[in-house]
Each structure stands twice: as structure tokens, then as C-alpha cells.
């Protein structure tokens, strides 16, 4: 295993695989394929792993074929010692001399920003896979050389790899580089108060590169700093951050008409998140959606939940710097860009809370009960999501914020291994206990199998004493506030 540098904050999964495909024992060439979006740290990882390992480290821009034919030269030659840069005729040229080099232990080759090759060079992944072909085991070739190739267009690389894309067959590591969880976040962005945490985690999510690039260091100090440090980061027209909600959806190659694309996202952080219910607050069809719903889905910035008990699906913004923009930003646009950022947050703060912050803590509470709430549910985890539980005497139902289910069987009844309601800015009491109740014994004459489910109220402001009385009796009553969410 190679050593992960002490500058590198946390990762530990994700460097355990960049070091164990660098550093292999096997003497086949191997190929790996790093995608995430803008923002995560990518980069950093992979120039860490490149001094780490003494491999080549290529960044590419923009340019035409020739022109970064001779930057690739020129940096390999840098790399090597070369006072003078190397000239290849093509990139089949350039790939043979690379992996023709003496070499006495696996030494990677790392190709960053992909696509922007790809685009001057269409071919360039059928020469890999070539290549690699001939320098594999299939061939009994002899070249340790790793390959990785990294990208941002979370879209093209995963044209990269699907159906018969030419390196599909090739890959030893498909490793996607996603923001950092919101406790390694709070932990990230040095912020002790749970609650605090939350709310910036709400804005920014957990991208690193929204901490000290975007902001220019700047940090709230305190819970009762939240929205100096809004108006003074995010909201304000100086910062690379304002902008950034907008910009996140331009770098997207495969988005043409943005304005359609920032509709849609408008629309599910306004709340409407069934695809029916899209098309009526944006004025199109249903079928006009299908395609721009795609393309969100596939670039990682909007993610289809399904219903855990109904067969409905609802639609979510992963990335909560595009949420703010679109729930907040937009809407306050003109006023922002004549640095009225005060006053326009004054204006949106309510929304801010009501449209993003309940739901964001739902999120939170799902991610909660996935990653760190394992001992308290019996039983292991195959499934958290929101879910709809149908009252048969009416036509209400019972809304659950999160759901744990156990992993499907056939056969079995379905685990239920808790239900949970989740309120950012409520005061949680017996009659909302009363409800988890109700939605378990329905489920149960449903068929689910309900005999070890936990009942979970999640709450940013707390619980009332008789709902604290009814946990310390019964240990299926389970109640977590933001220090235990926040472990």
C-alpha cells in the first residue's frame, strides 16, 4: 500500500483504492477510470497519488490535437529530466513510447480531464484499449504501467465504460469520487456545532473545494454568524461561490438549452418532485421532460428516489449549492447582482428554512440511519427512503421521512427495521410516535414484516418529556437529535 500524504484530509477509502491499483504486484498492464463532480478534490487525489508513486501526472485543457500532443510531450520530458520536450506524430505514438520506457515496478500513468482529449482525439480510447491489449495478459505482455484516466464530465465517463465503449472489459478500478459525507464535512470545515454544521451543509454540501477555494477561506464563526457568513460567502457578487450554481450546470457537455435545465431544477427545489408535477410548475408536457431529466440524471446532479411502499418515484437535487441557488438565488438574481445581499437574505431567509432546510435534514437523517445507525436497527440494511404508507378507511396517507427496510428475499415478508419522521425546527411529542405506530401496524397487515421495527423521530430542536419518558420504557422507541446525528 502506498502511504497517503498527511495533507490529504480523510479519503481513506477512496486512497486505499488509487494505492492498491498503482501499487499492484501484477506485471500486466491495468487501466482505472476516476469520475466525480467538479469540486471533489479529484485532482488533489490523483497529483498526491502521482508524487506518492513517482508516476506522470498530465492535466489537460482545451486545444486541438496537435497542441496537446505537445504538452503531453513537453510534461513527459519535465518528468523524465529531458532538457528538451518530446515530439510525437499522434497519440498511438505517444502511448507506445510511454509504456515502452524501462520500468521496475508498476508506475502510473494519470491523464486528468479526459475528455477534453477525447474531444480533440476521438479515437484516443480505442488506442488505450489496444494498447492495453497488447501489453495484458492475454498476450503475456510485460509493461507494469498503470493507466488512469480522470474526468469531471461525470456523463462522458461514463460513456467511457458503458455497453461497448473500447476499454469496457479492461477496467481493474471504476472509482467515483463523491463529496464527503456531512459528519467528515462538519470535521472538514472545523465546525463543532452540530446544528451549525447542518445549516452550512445545507448551502454547501460537502464539497471541499467550497471551504477555502470558493470562499477565500471564509468560515462562519459561530451558529449566530450562519448568516453573516451567507451574505458574505455565497450571496456575495465578489466570491467565485456565487456564481458557482449556475456554472455547476454550464460544464455539463451534454446540456445544450440550460434554460430548460434550470427550469426543471427550479421546479424540484421549489418542491415539485414527481415528474407530472415538474411539467405543471414549468408550463411543458410530460414527454418534453424525459430527455432533460435524463441528462440531470446521468451528470449526478438530480437522483430518482423511489417510494419505499408505494410504486412512485420523486425526484432530488444532490447537490445542495444548487438547491440554494435555485430556491434562493434565483429568485433575488438582480437585486444580489447590485450587492444587495443583506437585504435580499433578509427576504429569503423563511424560504430558505422552509424550502430546503426541512427537507436537506431529511437527507441528512436518511444518510444518518444508512451509515452510522446499523447497531441500533436488528437486522442488516438493504434499502433507506422516503415512503408513503395508504390509510385503507380514507384517502390520507401517512408520509414516513425515512425508512429502513431490510434486503428483499424471496419468498419473505419484507423487513421493516424502522420508520422515522424527521422535522428540522419542530419540537417532536407522543402524537408524532403515534403516527410511526399507526404506519407500522398498517404495513403489518399489509404483509411486511414489522415484529423488530424501530421507531425513530429525528428532530433539530428536540424532544418533548413525555416522548423522552416513552424511549427510556421502550426500546423500539429511538430518538435522535443533532448531536447524535453528528455522533
Same mark, same amino acid.
Given at each position: 500500500?502506498?502511504?497517503?500524504?498527511?495533507?490529504?484530509?480523510?479519503?481513506? $477509502?477512496?486512497?486505499?483504492?488509487?494505492? &492498491?491499483?498503482?501499487?499492484?504486484?501484477?506485471?500486466?498492464?491495468?487501466?482505472?477510470?476516476?469520475?466525480?463532480?467538479?469540486?471533489?478534490?479529484?485532482?488533489?487525489?490523483?497529483?498526491?497519488?502521482?508524487?506518492?508513486?513517482?508516476?506522470?501526472?498530465?492535466?489537460?485543457?482545451?486545444?486541438?490535437?496537435?497542441?496537446?500532443?505537445?504538452?503531453?510531450?513537453?510534461?513527459?520530458?519535465?518528468?523524465?529530466?529531458?532538457?528538451?520536450?518530446?515530439?510525437?506524430? !499522434?497519440?498511438?505514438?505517444?502511448?507506445?513510447?510511454?509504456?515502452?520506457?524501462?520500468?521496475? $515496478?508498476?508506475?502510473?500513468?494519470?491523464?486528468?480531464?479526459?475528455?477534453?482529449?477525447?474531444?480533440?482525439?476521438?479515437?484516443?480510447?480505442?488506442?488505450?484499449?489496444?494498447?492495453?491489449?497488447?501489453?495484458?495478459?492475454?498476450?503475456?505482455?510485460?509493461?507494469?504501467?498503470?493507466?488512469?484516466?480522470?474526468? &469531471?464530465?461525470?456523463?462522458?465517463?461514463?460513456?467511457?465504460?458503458?455497453?461497448?465503449?473500447?476499454?469496457?472489459?479492461?477496467?481493474?478500478?471504476?472509482?467515483?469520487?463523491?463529496? #464527503?459525507?456531512?459528519?467528515?464535512?462538519?470535521?472538514?470545515?472545523?465546525?463543532?456545532?452540530?446544528?451549525?454544521?447542518?445549516?452550512?451543509?445545507?448551502?454547501?454540501?460537502?464539497?471541499?473545494?467550497? $471551504?477555502?477555494?470558493?470562499?477565500?477561506?471564509?468560515?462562519?464563526? %459561530?451558529?449566530?454568524?450562519?448568516?453573516?457568513?451567507?451574505?458574505?460567502?455565497?450571496?456575495?457578487?465578489?466570491?467565485?461561490?456565487?456564481?458557482?450554481?449556475?456554472?455547476?450546470?454550464?460544464?455539463?457537455?451534454?446540456?445544450?438549452?440550460?434554460?430548460?435545465?434550470?427550469?426543471?431544477?427550479?421546479?424540484?427545489?421549489?418542491?415539485? $418532485?414527481?415528474?407530472?408535477?415538474?411539467? !405543471?410548475?414549468?408550463?411543458?408536457?410530460?414527454?418534453?421532460?424525459?430527455?432533460?431529466?435524463?441528462?440531470?440524471?446521468?451528470?449526478?446532479?438530480?437522483?430518482?428516489?423511489?417510494? =419505499?411502499?408505494? %410504486?412512485?418515484?420523486?425526484?432530488?437535487?444532490?447537490?445542495?449549492?444548487?438547491?440554494?441557488?435555485? =430556491?434562493?438565488?434565483?429568485?433575488?438574481?438582480?437585486?444580489?447582482?447590485?450587492?444587495? =445581499?443583506?437585504?435580499?437574505?433578509?427576504?429569503?431567509?423563511?424560504?430558505?428554512?422552509?424550502?430546503?432546510?426541512?427537507?436537506?435534514?431529511?437527507?441528512?437523517?436518511?444518510?444518518?440511519?444508512?451509515?452510522?445507525?446499523?447497531?441500533?436497527?436488528?437486522?442488516?440494511?438493504?434499502?433507506?427512503?422516503?415512503?408513503?404508507?395508504?390509510?385503507?378507511?380514507?384517502?390520507?396517507?401517512?408520509?414516513?421521512?425515512?425508512?429502513? @427496510?431490510?434486503?428483499?428475499?424471496?419468498?419473505?415478508?419484507?423487513?421493516?427495521?424502522?420508520?422515522?419522521?424527521?422535522?428540522?425546527?419542530?419540537?417532536?411529542?407522543?402524537?408524532?410516535?403515534?403516527?410511526?405506530?399507526?404506519?407500522?401496524?398498517?404495513?403489518?397487515?399489509?404483509?411486511?414484516?414489522?415484529?423488530?421495527?424501530?421507531?425513530?423521530?429525528?428532530?433539530?430542536?428536540?424532544?418533548?418529556?413525555?416522548?423522552?419518558?416513552?424511549?427510556?420504557?421502550?426500546?423500539?422507541? @429511538? #430518538?435522535?437529535?443533532?448531536?447524535?446525528?453528528?455522533?
Amino acid at each position: 500500500m502506498v502511504v497517503k500524504p498527511g495533507y490529504v484530509f480523510g479519503r481513506d $477509502r477512496e486512497w486505499e483504492a488509487l494505492s &492498491s491499483f498503482a501499487g499492484g504486484t501484477r506485471a500486466e498492464m491495468a487501466f482505472g477510470v476516476v469520475s466525480g463532480r467538479p469540486r471533489q478534490g479529484k485532482t488533489f487525489l490523483l497529483r498526491a497519488l502521482a508524487e506518492a508513486t513517482g508516476g506522470f501526472y498530465f492535466g489537460a485543457t482545451e486545444g486541438t490535437k496537435i497542441d496537446l500532443l505537445r504538452l503531453f510531450g513537453a510534461a513527459l520530458a519535465r518528468h523524465l529530466g529531458s532538457p528538451v520536450g518530446y515530439s510525437f506524430v !499522434g497519440w498511438r505514438d505517444a502511448m507506445e513510447f510511454f509504456f515502452s520506457l524501462p520500468k521496475d $515496478r508498476p508506475l502510473p500513468l494519470i491523464i486528468d480531464e479526459f475528455p477534453y482529449l477525447l474531444k480533440a482525439e476521438p479515437a484516443l480510447s480505442s488506442i488505450l484499449k489496444q494498447e492495453i491489449g497488447m501489453l495484458g495478459r492475454p498476450y503475456w505482455g510485460s509493461s507494469p504501467a498503470r493507466v488512469l484516466i480522470c474526468g &469531471s464530465a461525470v456523463s462522458v465517463m461514463g460513456e467511457i465504460l458503458s455497453g461497448q465503449a473500447p476499454p469496457r472489459g479492461r477496467t481493474w478500478l471504476e472509482l467515483l469520487v463523491q463529496p #464527503l459525507d456531512f459528519r467528515e464535512a462538519a470535521r472538514f470545515w472545523g465546525i463543532s456545532d452540530p446544528r451549525l454544521a447542518a445549516l452550512v451543509h445545507a448551502v454547501v454540501g460537502g464539497t471541499p473545494a467550497y $471551504r477555502d477555494e470558493l470562499t477565500a477561506g471564509g468560515l462562519p464563526a %459561530s451558529l449566530e454568524d450562519f448568516d453573516g457568513w451567507v451574505v458574505r460567502t455565497v450571496l456575495n457578487r465578489h466570491t467565485s461561490l456565487f456564481r458557482e450554481g449556475r456554472y455547476l450546470l454550464a460544464e455539463e457537455s451534454d446540456i445544450r438549452d440550460c434554460a430548460l435545465y434550470h427550469s426543471v431544477l427550479a421546479a424540484v427545489a421549489g418542491g415539485s $418532485r414527481t415528474r407530472g408535477e415538474i411539467a !405543471g410548475h414549468i408550463g411543458h408536457e410530460f414527454s418534453d421532460l424525459a430527455h432533460p431529466i435524463s441528462v440531470l440524471e446521468d451528470c449526478g446532479l438530480l437522483v430518482k428516489e423511489k417510494d =419505499a411502499f408505494e %410504486s412512485v418515484s420523486r425526484y432530488r437535487i444532490t447537490e445542495p449549492l444548487i438547491s440554494f441557488y435555485q =430556491a434562493v438565488m434565483r429568485p433575488e438574481w438582480t437585486d444580489l447582482g447590485m450587492g444587495r =445581499a443583506r437585504e435580499a437574505w433578509e427576504r429569503s431567509r423563511q424560504r430558505f428554512l422552509s424550502m430546503i432546510m426541512e427537507s436537506h435534514f431529511q437527507t441528512l437523517c436518511r444518510e444518518f440511519a444508512l451509515r452510522h445507525a446499523s447497531e441500533a436497527f436488528t437486522g442488516s440494511v438493504g434499502e433507506v427512503a422516503p415512503g408513503t404508507v395508504a390509510i385503507p378507511s380514507s384517502r390520507k396517507r401517512i408520509q414516513v421521512d425515512v425508512a429502513v @427496510l431490510g434486503p428483499a428475499s424471496p419468498n419473505e415478508p419484507r423487513a421493516v427495521r424502522s420508520l422515522g419522521e424527521a422535522k428540522w425546527d419542530e419540537v417532536l411529542g407522543i402524537g408524532h410516535l403515534q403516527r410511526l405506530r399507526r404506519a407500522r401496524d398498517l404495513l403489518a397487515a399489509k404483509g411486511y414484516d414489522t415484529s423488530r421495527t424501530v421507531l425513530a423521530c429525528y428532530s433539530g430542536a428536540g424532544f418533548d418529556e413525555r416522548l423522552q419518558a416513552e424511549a427510556r420504557k421502550d426500546s423500539r422507541v @429511538l #430518538l435522535v437529535d443533532l448531536p447524535t446525528l453528528y455522533g
